[in-house]
């Protein structure tokens, strides 16, 4: 009682003192539990689920789940299966932008509650081990931080009971230019070869989930998913926090 009513007024006294905005719309943003988002932002329709397909997470209209789809029907992806948990628009690309180009590691927090509270989220991530792409060192050294490794670390750190742990297996041995503004087939040629694994111990039963901020075509997912299962990991999924398209 007396410590909820000190924590309280502590973060009152550092909300005056530095106010917080939400990332999306810019109002003031008091205590709601989304340190960066507003609560209106946080319930508006980039959050609402939407039927994907359970093995590429292609949007599969109002059909019921299915696990596969016609965009993966004959495309030969690595990973078992995929999932994200948030369209790439409002407020999900906001959250997104900030933590990669405005210098916010503490963004992955938000990033971490919302796939934390996505639908299925125990189920997929429970025994993971979760496998942040990586970043080339001349990028790491641009921005500081891996992103999808510190949203790995904070979805570890918030779901204690689930025992979810993070190894980064996976290293980025080639520059590669980013895949905003190339087309899928480039995106697959662009990220070709561009990733190896790093020393780990890992049994090879380990449930590796491959995870990044933003998926598009799949294709940085998939070619760290083969890197895996070649080295001979046995289940390799996928999980972006936010799906383009
Ligand atoms: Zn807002
Ligand atoms: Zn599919």
Redesign the pocket.
């Known amino acids: 009682m007396l410590m909820g009513g000190l924590q309280n007024f502590l973060r009152g006294a550092l909300d005056f003192l530095f106010p917080r905005h939400c990332v999306n719309c810019g109002k003031s943003n008091p205590n709601d539990g989304y340190g960066h988002l507003c609560a209106e932002c946080r319930n508006a329709p980039f959050a609402r689920p939407v039927n994907r397909?359970?093995?590429?997470?292609?949007m599969?209209g109002a059909a019921a789940p299915?696990f596969?789809?016609?965009?993966?029907?004959n495309s030969d992806f690595y990973f078992d299966a995929a999932k994200v948990a948030c369209e790439y628009s409002g407020a999900g690309a906001a959250l997104v932008r900030e933590l990669k180009y405005k210098n916010a590691p503490y963004i992955a927090r938000d990033i971490a509650k919302i796939i934390s509270e996505s639908a299925g989220f125990a189920e997929y991530f429970k025994g993971a081990v979760l496998a942040p792409v990586p970043l080339h060192k001349r990028k790491m050294r641009k921005r500081g931080y891996n992103q999808s490794a510190k949203i790995c670390a904070e979805i570890a750190r918030q779901n204690p009971n689930l025992n979810i742990a993070v190894a980064e297996i996976l290293r980025r041995k080639k520059f590669t230019q980013t895949q905003t503004a190339l087309d899928k087939d480039d995106r697959t040629k662009n990220v070709k070869g561009a990733f190896e694994i790093a020393k780990n111990n890992l049994p090879k039963d380990s449930k590796i989930i491959v995870l990044d901020d933003v998926m598009t075509s799949g294709a940085t997912l998939n070619e760290c998913a083969k890197v895996l299962k070649r080295a001979g990991f046995k289940s390799v999924r996928a999980f972006a926090f936010a799906r383009r398209s």
């Not at 397909?53 to 292609?58: I, V």
């Not at 596969?68 to 029907?73: F, G, I, L, Q």
């Open positions: 397909c359970l093995r590429c997470a292609e599969v299915v596969r789809c016609a965009a993966c029907e």
